[in-house]
Structures are given as structure tokens and as C-alpha cells.
């Protein structure tokens, strides 16, 4: 059983950046960042393919990039121009299936516990 432990959250002030991180006990080909903020649904911020292809969400476009390690079992995504709506658990998760963007949330077999972005402004 493949296991994601995510890490880099924290608070920042409106229009910082953060850096999360999510390593996995093994490799998994497709893989994706979500978010739930209080009171909302868990939506999709960001996904990556296993040749490197990306897919936003419209409310992070030009302001988050996902991408991988070296090693292809490390996923990043760095979050610029910080906005307080942004605040939110991220989670990390995975499908055991080659994605070309984005797949249903069911599909993602795995997830890590989550790391707290918190935005103030």
C-alpha cells in the first residue's frame, strides 16, 4: 500500500508563497492536489500526468505550479500570489492509472492526510 505524506504548510500574509510537498512510499503515475476549505466541498487545485502534463483549476491558473521530483515519487506545488480564499487543508492524492488531466475524485485511490495553508490579509 502505497502511502503520500505531505509537508510545507503554514500561515502567510496576502500575496506571500508556500511550497507544499508530498512524498509517496512508492510510484504512482498519476497524481493531484485537492483542497477543502471550511464548510465547502473538497475541490481539485492542480493534477500531473506521467509525462509531466499539467491541469489547473481556474482559481489558481498563473499562481500555482504543480510538478514532480527528480525521483518521480515527489510531488510539489508552489502556490505564489497568496490570496486569503486560498486558505484551505491540501491534500495530496493518487491514481494507480496513467491521466491526461483531470479523472474523477473517486478514481484517486490514495491520499495523505492533508497539510493547512492558512492566508491572512
Known amino acids: 500500500q502505497v502511502q503520500l505524506v505531505e509537508s510545507g504548510g503554514g500561515s502567510v500574509q496576502a500575496g506571500g508563497s508556500l511550497r507544499l510537498s508530498c512524498t509517496a512510499s512508492g510510484y504512482l503515475p498519476c497524481m493531484a492536489w485537492f483542497r477543502q476549505a471550511p464548510g465547502k466541498e473538497r475541490e481539485g487545485v492542480a493534477i500531473?500526468?506521467?509525462?509531466?502534463?499539467?491541469t489547473y483549476a481556474n482559481s489558481v491558473k498563473g499562481r500555482f505550479t504543480i510538478s514532480k521530483g527528480n525521483a518521480k515519487n515527489t510531488l510539489y506545488l508552489q502556490m505564489n500570489s497568496l490570496k486569503p480564499e486560498d486558505s484551505a487543508m491540501y491534500y495530496c492524492?493518487?491514481?494507480?492509472?496513467?491521466?491526461?488531466?483531470?479523472?474523477?475524485?473517486?478514481?484517486?485511490?490514495?491520499w495523505g492526510q492533508g497539510t493547512q495553508v492558512t492566508v491572512s490579509s
Open positions: 492524492a493518487a491514481a494507480s492509472y496513467v491521466c491526461w488531466g483531470w479523472i474523477p475524485e473517486t478514481d484517486f485511490g490514495y
Open positions: 500531473i500526468g506521467p509525462d509531466g502534463s499539467t
